[in-house]
């Protein structure tokens, strides 16, 4: 404790590791000259009035998501620390600067630093961009709005973004039974209006409403209902790109007379809904967003002996991407730096997402300045019970979320509903809370505790929570009052851990099967588990690699892969699979063009590459093979198919040594004519000169 508060006053406040670690800290700020600063407040926040109804003092809960590449750390996240409050450390890990004799005689000068220190905080190198601020009003942050903004259906495919989860079909599936639920509960209610609105928020590849479209039709064709025809899907996101590439890739093409496109702003989405759809705003029946809301603003918080205290992160640029001659704007200027920092890695692409180093530390912080300050949720005494009484407690403060719900629900019908997928950040938690990245995008989970007890404060709102959340993505509904009890059960019931396990077992039993050998069994597992996701290109995929790989039945897998890529004909590993399936019934023309298709779609993926190098090394184009093979291997910087690209381009090599010496052959025969050699050409001549 004394610790604390004495490491506190030296140190300005700040927190970046434990105690120790505050020490040099603050030995660290005053030689660097960085004392206290006023902190910038996040960018573009306003308060949000009316939206705060009724006291907010609910509490948390937990994250396929999870993984991903987390920003290059110099620093750590964690929170003010427990671990070292005994005392003992301090005195253990902060030795006198001696040096030291060891028995062979070698001299070894003590660390500098504490190995708390060195530890938590790693160490600080690279161009300093910007110093300590909020992560809203960060380098990162504005860089990631970019990425978002740019963003175009490549971010997908190319597998940057993993899209998987959410658009496989099944997430699709579980939104049409609920919708429909909703249109059933609506007539016997005798309120179905004559159009309903279904709008997607943040729709990325546009995938989830093909494949909700997709299956809406084929339920309301087979019941006669005209669910389908009574539709109309609004696609929406912040990036203009993507939803350009929406109408280029053509993943809308069966359903384009349904479909309606809204460009969003990063807030008030709710405005430009109006003015592009003005009949549809408090008229949406099913609203979804999926990966969306974690893209909003946030800030990590930290409670540690009841005072609260708020990340804020310092960003540097790796030192190597500094060319001579080059110098980034003042440190004050985030905005003028990230302009700068984005044409600097124009000419190196490679280094795009990997950039940035980014230290982070915990300042104290008065909760009255923080947005949304009576959404904070103070962690009750059980939140910390056990060993660590006095942990500090981190808690993710999602409070750009909490601004997207009330809009929300304000754009729904009075029984409308919103069901988002995302993965879910339990808080609060005595573990660090991390940043997650994808390309260049800042994410950190979402706080659904936090949203609940937002929206259980509002009078006219319900809240549908699964009985157990899955492991990998999770769910919440937020209904307005007059949805029907029943729709808001069938989302606990859709969403649950055992729902999901119950679809999903088949599937994962049946890859097991065929990895252990039992083909037979494995057959009857693919088939009952498409049974149960007739709509899932993901899992036609592994049926089809079965067939096509382990089975080796190539027509089967060839009308497989065609059913899959009706589903989904953006992945390229579809098209790969469809291309395997052509060239190994020795249709080269039909598979070079399924594997430029793969190419197109991800062109830096070594995979489509080296397909379409077996298909010229097949037709005696051992050239364009080599040169395809290299660029593959220029692209798999991993190394995971070196092996077999090494071993093609020898055969390839092969290929071309024996043309070469046939070449060679064929040229020495055809100079072995009389006049070919001196022997031959002198007794010719004279042959000649005696006739
Ligand atoms: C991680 S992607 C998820 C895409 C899609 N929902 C999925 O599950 O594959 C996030 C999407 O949200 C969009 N987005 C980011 N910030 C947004 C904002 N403030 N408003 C609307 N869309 C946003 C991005 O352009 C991108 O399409």
Same mark, same amino acid.
């Given at each position: 404790?004394?610790?604390?508060?004495?490491?506190?006053?030296?140190?300005?406040?700040?927190?970046?590791?434990?105690?120790?670690?505050? !020490?040099?800290?603050?030995?660290?700020?005053?030689?660097?000259?960085?004392?206290?600063?006023?902190?910038?407040?996040?960018?573009?926040?306003?308060?949000?009035?009316?939206?705060?109804?009724?006291?907010?003092?609910?509490?948390?809960?937990?994250?396929?998501?999870?993984?991903?590449?987390?920003?290059?750390?110099?620093?750590?996240?964690?929170?003010?620390?427990? =671990?070292?409050?005994?005392?003992?450390?301090?005195?253990?890990?902060?030795?006198?600067?001696?040096?030291?004799?060891? *028995? &062979?005689?070698?001299?070894?000068?003590?660390?500098?630093?504490?190995?708390? +220190?060195? #530890?938590?905080?790693?160490?600080?190198?690279?161009?300093?961009?910007?110093?300590?601020?909020?992560?809203? /009003?960060?380098?990162?942050?504005? %860089?990631?709005?970019?990425?978002?903004?740019?963003?175009?259906?490549?971010?997908?495919?190319?597998?940057?973004?993993?899209?998987?989860?959410?658009?496989?079909?099944?997430?699709? %599936?579980?939104?049409?039974?609920?919708?429909?639920? /909703?249109?059933?509960?609506?007539?016997?209610?005798?309120?179905?209006?004559?159009?309903?609105?279904?709008?997607?928020?943040?729709?990325?590849?546009?995938?989830?409403?093909?494949?909700?479209?997709?299956?809406?039709?084929?339920?309301?064709?087979?019941?006669?209902?005209?669910?389908?025809?009574?539709?109309?899907?609004?696609?929406?996101?912040?990036?203009?790109?993507? $939803?350009?590439?929406?109408?280029?890739?053509?993943?809308?093409?069966?359903?384009?007379? %349904? !479909?309606?496109?809204?460009?969003?702003?990063?807030? +008030?989405?709710?405005?430009?809904?109006?003015?592009?759809?003005?009949?549809?705003?408090?008229?949406?029946?099913?609203?979804?967003?999926?990966?969306?809301?974690?893209?909003?603003?946030?800030?990590?918080?930290?409670?540690?002996?009841?005072?609260?205290?708020? #990340?804020?992160?310092?960003?540097?640029?790796?030192?190597?991407?500094?060319?001579?001659? &080059?110098?980034?704007?003042?440190?004050? +200027?985030?905005?003028?730096?990230?302009?700068?920092?984005?044409?600097?890695?124009?000419?190196?692409?490679?280094?795009?997402?990997?950039?940035?180093?980014?230290?982070?530390?915990?300042?104290?912080?008065?909760?009255?300045?923080?947005?949304?300050?009576?959404?904070?949720?103070?962690?009750? *005494?059980?939140?910390?019970? =056990?060993?660590?009484?006095?942990?500090?407690?981190?808690?993710?403060?999602?409070?750009?979320?909490?601004?997207?719900?009330?809009?929300?629900?304000?754009? $729904?019908?009075?029984?409308?509903?919103? !069901?988002? &997928?995302?993965?879910?950040?339990?808080?609060?938690?005595?573990?660090?809370?991390?940043?997650?990245?994808?390309?260049?995008? #800042?994410?950190?989970?979402?706080?659904?505790?936090?949203?609940?007890?937002?929206?259980?404060?509002?009078?006219?709102?319900?809240?549908?929570?699964?009985?157990?959340?899955?492991?990998?993505?999770?769910?919440?509904?937020?209904?307005?009052?007059?949805?029907?009890?029943?729709?808001?059960?069938?989302?606990?019931?859709?969403?649950?851990?055992?729902?999901?396990?119950?679809?999903?077992?088949?599937?994962?039993?049946?890859?097991?099967?065929?990895?252990?050998?039992?083909?037979?069994?494995?057959?009857?597992?693919?088939?009952?588990?498409?049974?149960?996701?007739?709509?899932?290109?993901?899992?036609?995929?592994?049926?089809?690699?079965?067939?096509?790989?382990?089975?080796?039945?190539?027509?089967?897998?060839?009308?497989?892969?065609?059913?899959?890529?009706?589903?989904?004909?953006?992945?390229?590993?579809?098209?790969?699979?469809?291309? =395997?399936?052509?060239?190994?019934?020795?249709?080269?023309?039909?598979?070079?063009?399924?594997?430029?298709?793969?190419?197109?779609?991800?062109?830096?993926?070594?995979?489509?590459?080296?397909?379409?190098?077996?298909?010229?090394?097949?037709?005696? =184009?051992?050239?364009?093979?080599?040169?395809?093979?290299?660029?593959?291997?220029?692209?798999?910087?991993?190394?995971?198919?070196?092996?077999?690209?090494?071993?093609?381009?020898?055969?390839?090599?092969?290929?071309?040594?024996?043309?070469?010496? %046939?070449?060679?052959?064929?040229? &020495?025969?055809?100079?072995?004519?009389?006049?070919?050699?001196?022997?031959?050409?002198?007794?010719?001549?004279?042959?000649?000169?005696?006739?």
């Amino acid at each position: 404790m004394g610790v604390v508060g004495a490491a506190l006053g030296a140190s300005s406040g700040r927190y970046s590791g434990g105690a120790e670690a505050r !020490v040099g800290q603050a030995h660290k700020c005053t030689s660097s000259g960085l004392g206290p600063r006023e902190v910038p407040r996040a960018r573009g926040w306003r308060p949000l009035g009316g939206l705060l109804r009724g006291s907010l003092q609910r509490r948390a809960r937990p994250g396929e998501r999870g993984g991903g590449r987390s920003l290059e750390w110099a620093g750590s996240s964690r929170g003010p620390r427990d =671990d070292v409050r005994s005392g003992m450390s301090m005195t253990l890990t902060e030795p006198t600067p001696v040096l030291t004799e060891t *028995p &062979m005689g070698a001299t070894l000068m003590p660390p500098r630093r504490s190995i708390s +220190d060195l #530890v938590t905080r790693g160490t600080s190198t690279g161009v300093l961009l910007q110093d300590l601020t909020t992560i809203s /009003s960060s380098i990162p942050w504005l %860089r990631a709005q970019r990425y978002w903004a740019d963003a175009g259906l490549h971010v997908f495919t190319s597998g940057e973004v993993p899209y998987g989860a959410t658009n496989s079909g099944e997430p699709s %599936r579980k939104a049409v039974e609920m919708y429909v639920a /909703s249109l059933r509960a609506a007539e016997q209610a005798g309120c179905r209006e004559a159009s309903s609105y279904v709008l997607e928020l943040g729709t990325g590849c546009g995938l989830f409403a093909k494949l909700f479209l997709d299956q809406l039709r084929a339920r309301s064709d087979a019941a006669g209902n005209r669910d389908y025809e009574r539709t109309t899907y609004i696609v929406a996101d912040y990036s203009k790109g993507l $939803l350009e590439d929406t109408r280029k890739s053509g993943v809308f093409a069966a359903h384009e007379e %349904r !479909v309606r496109r809204v460009h969003l702003p990063t807030r +008030d989405w709710r405005a430009a809904l109006a003015a592009a759809l003005p009949e549809a705003v408090g008229a949406i029946r099913a609203i979804h967003a999926n990966y969306l809301l974690d893209s909003l603003p946030f800030t990590i918080l930290s409670w540690f002996e009841g005072r609260l205290f708020e #990340v804020r992160i310092r960003t540097r640029l790796r030192e190597e991407l500094l060319r001579p001659g &080059m110098s980034p704007p003042p440190v004050t +200027d985030a905005l003028a730096s990230e302009s700068w920092l984005a044409e600097v890695l124009e000419s190196t692409p490679e280094s795009a997402h990997t950039a940035l180093r980014i230290e982070a530390e915990y300042l104290p912080v008065e909760r009255a300045s923080l947005p949304l300050p009576e959404l904070i949720p103070r962690p009750t *005494p059980t939140a910390a019970t =056990d060993s660590a009484a006095h942990a500090s407690l981190q808690v993710l403060h999602g409070y750009g979320a909490i601004e997207f719900l009330d809009e929300v629900l304000g754009a $729904l019908r009075a029984d409308g509903y919103f !069901v988002t &997928m995302d993965y879910n950040c339990p808080c609060p938690r005595k573990e660090p809370i991390e940043f997650q990245s994808y390309g260049s995008s #800042v994410a950190s989970g979402v706080n659904f505790a936090q949203l609940e007890a937002f929206a259980r404060a509002r009078p006219d709102c319900q809240v549908g929570v699964p009985t157990e959340d899955p492991t990998f993505l999770q769910a919440r509904c937020f209904a307005r009052g007059g949805a029907p009890t029943e729709v808001i059960q069938l989302f606990g019931a859709l969403y649950s851990k055992e729902a999901e396990e119950r679809i999903e077992a088949a599937h994962r039993s049946a890859k097991e099967l065929a990895r252990e050998k039992y083909y037979e069994a494995a057959r009857w597992k693919f088939e009952e588990a498409y049974r149960l996701q007739p709509f899932n290109w993901n899992l036609l995929h592994s049926i089809g690699s079965f067939l096509e790989n382990t089975l080796r039945e190539h027509d089967a897998a060839l009308e497989v892969a065609k059913r899959a890529l009706l589903l989904n004909h953006l992945s390229p590993e579809l098209w790969n699979l469809l291309g =395997d399936c052509h060239y190994n019934l020795d249709d080269t023309v039909a598979a070079e063009q399924a594997y430029l298709q793969a190419v197109r779609l991800s062109p830096c993926n070594p995979r489509g590459h080296a397909n379409l190098a077996y298909v010229f090394l097949r037709r005696g =184009d051992a050239a364009e093979a080599l040169r395809l093979i290299g660029h593959a291997l220029a692209l798999d910087r991993l190394g995971e198919i070196r092996e077999e690209l090494l071993g093609k381009q020898a055969e390839a090599l092969q290929v071309r040594r024996e043309h070469a010496l %046939r070449h060679k052959n064929y040229e &020495m025969t055809s100079r072995s004519g009389y006049h070919a050699l001196p022997g031959r050409v002198f007794a010719a001549h004279s042959t000649h000169g005696r006739a």
